[in-house]
C-alpha cells in the first residue's frame, strides 16, 4: 500500500519520461488508479473546459485521484493528485463549449 504522501512520487515514477503523451499519461494514470494508497476513500475525476486559472486563457485538460484523509476517524479534508495538460484554446477546442 502506498503511503498518501508518496502518491504523487509513485505517479512520476510510473510516467516515468514519457509525460507528454496524453495517452500514455492516462494509461499509466489509469495503473495507478488501481493501486492501493492510504486513505478513507478515494475517487477519479475528469476536468476539462477553457480557464484562464494561469492569467492566460488556456483548455485545461486533467485527470485527478481525490483522496479523503479520516483522522481520529471523522473526515478531516481531501487531497488531489492532478495529471494536468494545457492547450491553446484553438476554435475547435472554444466550440465545444464546456
Known sequence: MIKLQDSE????????????????VWNT??????????????????????????GEERFHFSFVRQFVVEEDGEYSHMEQLHCEFLYEPVEMLKSLNL
Open 29 to 54: 494514470f489509469k495503473s495507478f488508479a488501481n493501486q492501493n494508497v492510504e486513505c478513507a476513500e478515494s475517487a477519479l475525476l475528469f476536468e476539462c473546459g477553457i480557464y484562464s486559472f494561469t
Open 9 to 24: 512520487q509513485k505517479l512520476k515514477e510510473m510516467l516515468d519520461d514519457n509525460r507528454l503523451d496524453v495517452m500514455n
